[in-house]
C-alpha cells in the first residue's frame, strides 16, 4: 500500500463498499491525477467500480517542474486498482496536443467510450506567492503567462481532443477543476492577475461547455475543494494527516482544511447522479455537494470552507469551525 493510502482511502463515511459499485462500465479520464484532488477523484471513481486514466508530467523516471518526485501518475493507477476499479496511467503534457490527441485515441481504441472528464491540470503552486499580493506588472512576465497555461490552456486543448468522445453518447459529465466558487471569486480578487484569471477561467469554461453539451445529452460544471489538504499544502505546514490540527497554531483557517478524500466523495456523489443535468454550467463546491448528497469528509465531518471563509473570515462572525462541519 502506497504511503498515501490513508489519505485517499475509501472506507466509511459515504464512500461506496464492495458491493455498492454505481460507476462499474463507467470509463473516467482524469487529467492531472499526479497528487492532491486529481489522485483522489481518481482513487474514489475506481472505488466505485469505474476504470480511470489518470494522467500527468511526474512518472517514475521523470519529475515535472513542481518538483516532487513523491508522487507518481503510477501509484495513482496503482491505488485506483486497489481501490477496486482498473487504474491505467498514461503520462501526458496537456500542453502538447499530440500527446493529448494520442491519449483520447487510446481510450477510444481500448474502450470506446468516455463517461466522465475531469480537467484537474495546474501544478503551478511555485509561480504564486500567496499572500503577497504584487501588481500585474511587478509579476515576472514569464511566470503570469506560465500560470495561464498550466491552468487554462491545459484544459482547453484536452476538451477539445476529449470532448467529441465524451458527447458520443448521452450522459457524459465534464467537471472543470479550480479554486473558488463563482459568488466567493466574483467579489474577491485572488492573489495576483494571473491567477485570478487563472481560476476563474474554468468556472466560464464549465458555463459556456453547458450551453453546448446539454444539447447533447451531456453535462458540466465547475467544482472547488475548500481548504485542501495536499501532500504539498501538508509538507507546507510541517504536519502530516494524522497530525493535521497541529498545523492551526501556524494558520488559524487551516482549522477547516479538508482532506483530498472529500472532493473524491463529490465526484462519486455527482456521477453517480441521474439527475446530474440539474447541475449543468454551475460552479459547485464539496461542501455544498455533501449537504446535498449526504456524504463526509474521511472524519466523518461535513467541512464547508467557503461558507465559512465567507460569514467567519469577511464578514467577522464569531465561530470557530465546529458550526461549519
Known amino acids: 500500500m502506497s504511503e498515501h493510502g490513508s489519505a485517499y482511502g475509501t472506507g466509511r463515511g459515504g464512500s461506496p463498499t464492495d458491493r455498492e459499485r454505481p460507476l462499474a462500465g463507467t470509463v473516467a479520464l482524469v487529467a492531472g491525477a499526479t497528487r492532491g484532488a486529481g489522485r483522489a477523484m481518481a482513487v474514489a471513481l475506481g472505488a466505485a467500480g469505474a476504470t480511470v486514466y489518470a494522467t500527468g508530467r511526474t512518472t517514475r523516471d521523470r519529475v515535472s517542474e513542481v518538483g516532487r518526485p513523491t508522487e507518481t501518475i503510477e501509484e495513482t493507477a496503482e491505488l485506483v486498482t486497489a481501490a477496486g476499479g482498473e487504474g491505467i496511467a498514461v503520462p501526458t503534457d496537456h500542453l502538447v496536443p499530440d500527446q493529448v490527441r494520442a491519449l483520447v485515441e487510446r481510450v477510444d481504441r481500448e474502450r470506446g467510450r468516455l463517461d466522465v472528464l475531469i480537467n484537474d491540470i495546474w501544478g503551478g503552486e511555485h509561480l504564486v506567492d500567496f499572500g503577497a499580493r504584487p501588481a500585474m506588472w511587478e509579476v515576472p512576465l514569464d511566470q503570469g503567462l506560465r500560470m495561464l497555461r498550466l491552468g487554462v490552456e491545459t484544459h482547453l486543448v484536452t476538451s477539445h481532443f476529449a470532448l467529441p468522445l465524451l458527447t458520443r453518447r448521452p450522459g457524459g459529465l465534464l467537471i472543470e477543476v479550480t479554486d473558488g466558487i463563482w459568488e466567493h471569486n466574483r467579489d474577491h480578487y485572488r492573489e495576483n492577475l494571473y491567477y485570478d484569471l487563472t481560476k ?33 499544502m501538508l509538507d507546507y505546514m510541517g504536519v502530516t494527516e494524522e497530525n493535521w490540527r497541529d498545523g492551526v497554531a501556524k494558520l488559524s483557517s487551516f482549522a477547516i482544511a479538508e482532506s483530498p478524500v472529500y472532493i473524491g466523495r463529490a465526484v462519486v456523489a455527482l456521477a453517480s447522479d441521474p439527475g446530474v443535468a440539474r447541475w449543468n454550467g454551475q460552479s459547485l463546491s464539496t461542501g455544498q455537494l455533501a449537504r446535498e448528497y449526504g456524504f463526509t469528509d474521511a472524519d466523518g465531518t461535513r467541512p464547508d470552507a467557503w461558507r465559512y471563509v465567507r460569514e467567519v473570515e469577511f464578514e467577522g462572525k464569531d465561530a470557530d469551525d465546529s458550526a461549519y462541519r
Open 200 to 232: 476563474n477561467a474554468p468556472i466560464r469554461m464549465a458555463f459556456g461547455l453547458g450551453q453546448e453539451l446539454k444539447e447533447r445529452g451531456c453535462t458540466a460544471v465547475s467544482l472547488t475543494p475548500g481548504f485542501l489538504r495536499s501532500e504539498q
